[in-house]
Nanobody, 127 residues
């Protein structure tokens, strides 16, 4: 059974940094693409980062490029997203996901489709 659990969100001032963590189970993150997307109130969900399975190629949305880095720890079966130079418009619930799972997948970016995701973690950027 595919399961993803996000953590690491919080309140941060503009210009600050956060690292989000995603603990995956039921599949190996070094074989399947995992990505992050966000959902802000009143806005469309937006895929922001993706790390592909076997080759680990990373892809970023233009809105976060240069400020965000996705990585993974294969031994812990976890995926991380380091977020720097945070802006108020980055405020959202952040989810990690993969295409595996019962839901109809939707396309994110890179090699990432999202069919399973966790409960999300809130990131609030405010002074």
């Amino acid at each position: 059974q595919v399961q993803l659990v996000e953590s690491g969100g919080g309140l941060v001032q503009p210009g600050g940094s956060l690292t989000l963590s995603c603990a995956a189970s039921g599949f190996p993150v070094d074989l399947y693409a995992v990505g992050w997307f966000r959902q802000a109130p009143g806005k469309e969900r937006e895929a922001v980062s993706c790390i592909s399975g076997a080759d680990g190629i990373t892809t970023y949305a233009d809105s976060v490029k240069g400020r965000i880095a996705i990585s993974r720890d294969n031994t812990k079966n976890m995926v991380f997203m380091r977020m720097n130079s945070l802006k108020p418009e980055d405020t959202a619930v952040y989810y990690c996901g993969t295409h595996l799972g019962p839901r109809t997948s939707w396309y994110g970016l890179g090699t990432c489709w999202f069919g399973s995701w966790g409960q999300g973690t809130q990131v609030t950027v405010s002074s």
